[in-house]
């Protein structure tokens, strides 16, 4: 089970919509995956730790492309698609793989 939580700005908070995404990637994992999405005008370093049985994910997009996406949810999409192999001991390729069914990224391995 997979939940999504932001660190935002006032811009950014227009157009990157937590609930959706919940919506969008709560069945990507069975185990316990708490994602934060952090698009801010700053300096933020994408990590990945556990904490018990929970796995985090620190998923950092680049400000300005945040902003100019058309498509924000498949801009973040294919952000988390090269990111979640940060997450070694879970089943990350099996994640990628129901990412790219869900949307569609185009990505060849």
């Given at each position: 089970?997979?939940?999504?939580?932001?660190?935002?700005?006032?811009?950014?908070?227009?157009?990157?919509?937590?609930?959706?995404?919940?919506?969008?990637?709560?069945?990507?994992?069975?185990?316990?995956?708490?994602?934060?999405?952090?698009?801010?005008?700053?300096?933020f370093i994408?990590?990945?730790?556990?904490?018990?049985?929970?796995?985090?994910?620190?998923?950092?997009?680049?400000?300005?492309?945040?902003?100019?996406?058309?498509?924000?949810?498949?801009?973040?999409?294919?952000?988390?698609?090269?990111?979640?192999?940060?997450?070694?001991?879970?089943?990350?390729?099996?994640?990628?793989?129901?990412?790219?069914?869900?949307?569609?990224?185009?990505?060849e391995s």
């Amino acid at each position: 089970m997979v939940k999504i939580n932001a660190n935002l700005d006032l811009k950014t908070n227009e157009v990157v919509k937590t609930g959706r995404l919940n919506d969008l990637l709560s069945d990507l994992s069975e185990e316990e995956l708490g994602i934060t999405v952090v698009a801010r005008d700053g300096f933020f370093i994408n990590a990945a730790w556990q904490d018990g049985n929970k796995s985090y994910l620190r998923l950092v997009l680049p400000y300005e492309e945040v902003l100019s996406s058309k498509n924000v949810d498949l801009f973040i999409a294919k952000a988390l698609y090269f990111h979640l192999d940060k997450l070694q001991w879970m089943d990350f390729v099996k994640m990628k793989k129901r990412l790219e069914d869900k949307f569609d990224l185009g990505i060849e391995s």
